[in-house]
């Protein structure tokens, strides 16, 4: 079976993008991602666009033939991938197994979501759809207030302090500032984000992902196809697996983890023959602070209670034992909402190729991205790994 | 490279399903599907969901999450794909590429499209979102007038009259009587067809697929848990192909010819080592008559502009030269948007089985369907083929 490589990338700026449509939004991503490799539109055989909200919010769907017409491509195979905010992640494993199957040797997989200039009651009705529209939106659940519960509920059962959580936002902030696409590239400190509007108790604005509009694209090849691609440095996807897990809080044992995450990257780490140890950089998807200490656990890299600590005694730093987030994350280069899992992929292959300027990771082999749709109710994990 | 088999289907009724929500609809289809194999829900490894528009329509993303959890499988990968009206045919095409790709023993594809307990304007809303939305639908277009632009096109270019074209609502309507899951069971004829309302000059109500709700599935595997299964009839899965055109009618160069369903077409038979005289069976995309004929026409089967000719001929019949859409086609078996790719998998099967009852194909032992989306945005073509 063919090893796959991610031979290009390209993103726009996060921003308020109230001017472009989301053609326009793929296009720039997905052309940066083709001159990046330096192969040429028509080397594209496949697309799969991740996307959520396209159809409720811009009145379009079939993306992935509007993508292939707007690209110059008609004709190539196509598709949109919606799983909630982790339809990115989605996107790039579909694509992952479309190389691996052989029937395709140049896929591109796209992620794009435009939320801003909905205006703001749609966005949260556009986000809830990612829960159960009939048990859990109907009772009145926004997406955030189902955060608020899961901090809650981590904060009681192990008696972690807001203070230790809230820091993960100044952790991204910090990096975002070296990041040229970064939605919010500026430092915040502690204090502005605990004095920050309460959004949904105990969870402030500050400690919440932006709402925002981009694209991202990553290029993916077969090894075959690899020998057209002139590049120093070679990325492999190594390990590539998605999972889910039920859909509601409340059919959950466990509010304070997400068993999906947990199932995602055994199944990843196995497939790439690596242990949480091996991981030179990593992306986690914290829509909300809390979010990402409870990803830090699941994904193996702390006992469950103990993430938090990993936040404070600076090992998520670039130059800690486990650099996380290293250009901004959800919080501070943004979360646009079905596009973020192809940043993700985007951020960890700056790493890999030693691109990523003041932030730069050390001699970074092997990254992990973790994308999250829903509360955890589908989760996929994405190892990169550089081979030459 | 494993071979993909087919060796479950399953499906609802097509029908106003008012009192049953997206969820109820999947899982019955899903587990139809899984008692048809004999196979366990544990079995299942990873879900596709074809669906257009359950965001805009039941404010319901997340349908792989949601169907994994309603199954009782959370844990299993699983997305939603979204092709327009060809959502199930690219759902199946993903999930044929995850057996392919190794990674997936069994593979649940799902279609499901919940219609008609929306308000009508809202159903014409969620269609015109398979064309370009700020090009097409800004300007006033609906998915159905789209259509009968083709319609005129056709009639104009190839003198070809609306009476042969309309036949082939009588020829569904005469199939689907013998269809138990048929949303419209019941004989038509030509005067009835051409007297009834205009819907867009010069479509006819009855020439026009109606607005449905339902739910198909299939499971597929790989030849590994092939061993599994225990059955007399086994159907292998010997091509499946995917292809996009421009989106929109006002970039083409020719309005009677699908290019997606002739690339999409070529390339499954080539992978399938047959030629369009092998097919035995075959469904085509027939959302509007007129798309019926040109379907016949781009899939190889006649000369351009003759298409209409098998129908007179009678070719289409069961024991013609070309059995088609032999238990009602999209205008009497029904078209739940995302549903129907399944539908016409799982129609195929029925007759590779000789399972149709008074509707079967004498000795069927290849199959062919065609899924379109858009008005030919995107088109899928699979080929089954009875291998014991």
Redesign the interface.
């Known amino acids: 079976?063919t090893g796959v490589y991610l031979v290009g990338i390209g993103a726009t700026k996060i921003d308020e993008h109230w001017e472009r449509?989301l053609r326009d939004l793929m296009l720039e991503a997905s052309l940066k991602a083709l001159r990046d490799a330096g192969l040429s539109k028509r080397d594209v055989e496949?697309i799969f666009v991740g996307n959520?909200?396209s159809?409720?919010l811009?009145?379009?769907?079939?993306?992935?033939?509007?993508l292939?017409?707007w690209l110059g491509v008609?004709?190539?195979?196509?598709?949109?991938?919606?799983?909630?905010c982790g339809?990115g992640g989605?996107a790039f494993?579909?694509a992952?197994?479309?190389v691996?199957?052989?029937?395709y040797d140049c896929v591109l997989a796209v992620g794009v979501e435009k939320l801003t200039d909905a205006t703001t009651p749609d966005a949260t009705?556009?986000l809830i759809?990612?829960?159960?529209?009939?048990y859990v939106?109907f009772a009145g659940f926004s997406f955030v207030a189902l955060n608020a519960l899961v901090y809650k509920a981590y904060m009681k059962k192990y008696g972690a302090k807001q203070e230790d959580i809230a820091l993960f936002a100044v952790h991204d902030h910090k990096y975002a500032v070296n990041n040229p696409l970064a939605q919010y590239p500026r430092a915040v400190t502690l204090e502005e984000v605990l004095s920050s509007p309460m959004v949904a108790d105990p969870l402030r604005l500050l400690e919440s992902a932006p709402l925002g509009d981009g694209a991202a694209a990553a290029l993916l090849c077969s090894e075959k196809k690899l020998k057209e691609v002139e590049k120093d440095v070679v990325i492999e996807v190594v390990g590539s697996?998605?999972?889910?897990?039920?859909?509601?809080l409340h059919?959950r044992a466990d509010l304070t983890t997400l068993?999906?995450t947990v199932?995602a990257s055994r199944k990843a780490y196995a497939m790439a023959g690596i242990e949480p140890k091996d991981v030179d950089v990593l992306e986690v998807h914290d829509a909300f602070t809390v979010l990402g200490v409870i990803h830090l656990e699941d994904l193996g890299f702390a006992e469950k209670g103990a993430g938090w600590k990993l936040l404070k005694e600076g090992q998520l730093e670039k130059d800690g034992d486990l650099p996380t987030n290293t250009m901004g994350g959800l919080k501070a280069r943004g979360h646009p909402v079905g596009a973020t899992g192809i940043y993700q992929i985007y951020d960890i292959a700056v790493q890999l190729r030693g691109e990523a300027g003041k932030n730069q990771v050390d001699g970074a082999e092997v990254g992990l991205a973790q994308n999250v749709?829903?509360v955890g109710?589908?989760v996929s994990v994405n190892i990169l790994k550089r081979v030459r």
Not at 241 to 248: E, F
């Open positions: 079976m449509p496949a959520m909200s159809g409720y811009q009145g379009q769907e079939h993306l992935g033939s509007l292939a017409t008609p004709g190539v195979a196509a598709n949109k991938v919606e799983a909630a339809s989605a494993h579909n992952f197994l479309a691996k199957s052989g029937l009705s556009a759809m990612a829960e159960d529209q009939e939106a697996a998605l999972a889910t897990d039920v859909l509601s059919d068993s999906a199932k749709g829903g109710g589908t």
